[in-house]
Structures are given as C-alpha cells and as structure tokens.
C-alpha cells in the first residue's frame, strides 16, 4: 500500500525546483562567461594540470614584463652609443676638412661641441640612472665638462670616469641570460684620449689652430687622421654589439609570446566552454525549472481529499 502524503509532495517537487534552478544558473554562467567554470572545482580532474599551466603562464608573462624593459635599456644604450659614433665621425670629418681647404678657423670650436656630444652620451640616463655607469647608478660616469679639463696635468684620462666594473646581466628566460651592461670607460677612454692629444697640441709650442695651418699643424692633423679612424670603428663595433644583444632579447621575445599563445590556447581548451553545447544546456535547464514550477501548480490545485475519493 502506498502512503500518499502532500507534505512529502511538496518537498519532493520543491527539491526538483532547486535543482533545476542551480542547473539554469550554471548554464546561464557558462553562457555569460564562455568558460566553464568560475574556479578549479569547476575543471574536475584536470584543475591540477590548469593549475601548472597557469604558473608557466605567469612565469613567461615575467620573462615578457622584464624584457620589455630591458629593450627599453638598450634602445637608450643604442641612442647615445649613435650620439657617440656621429661625434667621432664628425670629428674626424672636421679635420679631414681642415686639412682640405688649409685653414683651422673654427677647428678647435667644433671639436669642443663634438666633445661634449661625447660625454652627453657617456652620461647617457635610463629611468634616471646613468647607463654606462656600472653598478654607481646615481654617480656621473664621465666629469669632464671642456677639452681643457683634459689636459689638466693633475690628472690622467682615467680620473675622469667614475663607473665601476659591474656589468649589468638579465635573465630572458628559463635558459638565456644576457649581458646588458657597457661601461663609459671602456666606451670613452681611447675616445678622451684622443681628444686629449688634440687639445694637448692645440695648447703647445705649434699651437693654437687659427686661419692657415702651418706646415706642422698640418703633419700633426694627417697624422690623427688614422687615430680618429680607429675611435670611429671601435664605436662602431660597440654599437654593433648592443644592437646584437637587441636582436637576441627581441628573438627571445618572440618565443616567449608564441609560447604564451599556445599555452593560451592549451588553458582554453580546459576552460572555454562551447557556446551552442552552452546555449543549449541553457535552454534545456530552462525548460526544466518550468516542468518543475507546472507539477508544483499542479500539486498546488491537488488536495488529499481528491485522492481519497
């Protein structure tokens, strides 16, 4: 004999609304969201892989941040390194010229102002730190201001860098480190010596440059010619060397972004939920809450009484 009760009816259908309900809500939220769940309970059995993934994720999305900054870096460093190589062209261009039409007007200005094109470079700054300094970050790479400050006799050409030896390393990723760092004395001290020797004879007993060159001043000035040639090639292969490590963090990159991508796409084949497989789950939790509501209306328009009879 079976015991009719509509207490136990109406839990019975209520349960069945709920349950319902909380299907039309998740389907509802993967429809929304296009993902299947909203944390890892939602993934089941493959939360632990995702989880995995997630921290490869992070870790190339590291790698990406620092090599933006490191490119940033150099860029700078390719700037100045450029700023350097024009003044020694220039310089060395100025004299050829000078030798050319015999005269040495204004010789001694320009090579001031390729001077100083110098050492703005040498004192080049990124995120207001000087690049060329080492480890001394804060401390002004090179001090000399004027041509005459390097003849001070005083003074050797090493006095007047102030960086240290640390070369500045930054890790790409999981297996390349890159040697980012150059060093203003290692740039500049053939550069300043260079510009020394010249003002060295500008201030002697065959100087100053001024209108005709004599027949000394012109030996001296054919003389330098192959000195300032050999400055010119030495920054030129400078360059060369931190637009190698440019080329290098940029191909890293490049990798780094393919592998976010694919590992991107690995995440969503875990996470992404299929939006006609989610509609469709939608529509059938829908119909489900109404089938639900019906029996309860009808349950609702029922009594015992109706049974006993």
Do not use: C
């Not at 703005?120 to 990124?126: E, F, K, T, W």
């Amino acid at each position: 004999m079976t015991r009719v009760s509509t207490n136990g009816n109406y839990s019975a259908v209520l349960a069945n609304i709920q349950a319902a309900q909380q299907r039309q809500m998740e389907a509802g939220a993967r429809v929304a969201t296009q993902k299947q769940g909203t944390d890892l309970k939602g993934y089941a059995r493959n939360a632990e892989m995702l989880t995995a993934m997630k921290s490869i994720d992070a870790r190339i999305g590291g790698y990406l941040e620092q090599s933006k900054l490191i490119t940033d870096k150099l860029t700078t460093q390719d700037f100045a390194l450029n700023q350097i190589t024009s003044a020694a062209q220039g310089t060395r261009e100025t004299i050829a010229q000078a030798l050319a039409s015999g005269r040495a007007d204004t010789l001694m200005q320009d090579l001031q102002g390729f001077f100083r094109n110098s050492v703005d470079g040498l004192n080049a700054r990124y995120g207001g730190k000087y690049v060329f300094a080492g480890g001394q970050i804060d401390t002004l790479p090179v001090s000399a201001t004027s041509l005459s400050d390097l003849t001070d006799p005083a003074k050797v050409i090493s006095d007047f860098f102030h960086n240290d030896e640390f070369l500045t390393q930054a890790k790409v990723d999981d297996s390349t480190t890159v040697t980012t760092g150059l060093l203003a004395n290692g740039l500049g001290t053939d550069l300043m010596t260079a510009f020394k020797d010249v003002q060295a004879f500008q201030e002697g007993p065959d100087g100053p440059f001024q209108g005709n060159l004599t027949d000394n001043q012109r030996i001296y000035l054919e003389g330098v010619l192959a000195d300032w040639d050999s400055v010119h090639k030495e920054m030129i292969n400078n360059t060369a060397r931190n637009g190698m490590v440019q080329t290098r963090v940029d191909s890293v990159k490049i990798d780094l972004v393919t592998r976010q991508n694919s590992l991107a796409g690995m995440m969503g084949d875990i996470t992404d939920a299929d939006p006609a497989e989610a509609a469709t789950a939608l529509q059938q939790a829908g119909v489900a809450v109404q089938a639900a509501a019906q029996v309860f209306l009808s349950l609702q328009n029922s009594s015992l009484l109706n049974v006993l009879r």
